[in-house]
């Protein structure tokens, strides 16, 4: 079974301030996928990111930072220099081919405040 | 690109009722996903379509819950009998074929059973 672990409930920060959300992820099947998603206010889950099981090579694009650790199933977020519109939920989530199953499983989530 | 487009915004229904929502995903997408999201959780997965073929369904589709996609374009997810615990944001999401093409959300239904 495939299990998506956010054990930040909340984060608060000061607008510039870096902050990292954390993301566990369990899963025995090989080939698998990893994606974040952001949830603003308005409700709609705007998709950040994708990572392939296969490809550990971090990410950056802009302020946002992707570090993919397979060694310990990881896959942590960092915003560099926050802005109050980084201030939203975000998910975590896991995606799986096995049997030809394509459903994702999403963590909790992270809510991120930034306060200006 | 138009983007997934749900309706309605906000259902408020009694128990009992009956209630159907409707989403439209990108033209250009073979996959269609709806998803449940109660509050202060993540979306979880119930039910897939390739097409027209309805792949997948999650455990936690009951058999009051029906979900359809004629013709391979639009989808409609009807929840018979409602029950209170049916009450959460009902997400729709298309994709292209492939286990890495990100799922692309709409803004969702808001289900309230009173």
């Known amino acids: 079974a495939q299990k998506v672990t956010q054990a930040q409930t909340e984060i608060s920060v000061v607008e510039k301030e870096d902050v990292t959300l954390d993301c566990v992820y369990e899963?025995?099947?090989?080939?698998?996928?990893l994606f974040w998603y952001k949830q603003p206010p308005s409700g709609e889950l705007v998709f950040l990111i994708r990572r392939n099981s296969f490809d550990e090579q971090n990410e950056i694009s802009g302020r946002y930072s992707w570090n993919f650790q397979k060694s310990t199933s990881s896959f942590n977020f960092t915003i560099t220099a926050s802005q109050v519109v980084d201030s939203a939920v975000y998910f975590c989530?896991?995606?799986?081919?096995?049997?030809?199953?394509?459903?994702?499983?999403f963590g909790k989530g992270t809510k991120l405040s930034v306060i200006p | 690109d138009t983007g997934v487009s749900q309706n309605p915004r906000h259902k408020i229904t009694k128990r009992g009722q009956n209630v159907t929502f409707r989403c439209d995903p990108i033209s250009e997408h073979n996959r269609l996903y709806w998803y449940r999201q109660t509050l202060g959780q993540g979306p979880e997965f119930l039910t897939y379509?390739?097409?027209?073929?309805?792949?997948?369904k999650s455990r936690l589709l009951s058999d009051r819950f029906s979900a359809e996609r004629p013709k391979g374009s639009f989808s409609t997810l009807e929840i018979q009998r409602t029950e209170q615990g049916d009450s959460a944001m009902y997400l729709c999401a298309s994709s292209q074929v492939g286990g890495d093409s990100p799922l692309h959300f709409g803004n969702g239904t808001r289900l309230t059973v009173t």
């Open positions: 899963t025995r099947d090989t080939t698998y996928y």
């Open positions: 379509f390739q097409n027209e073929a309805q792949l997948e």
């Open positions: 989530a896991l995606g799986t081919s096995g049997a030809g199953s394509y459903q994702l499983t």
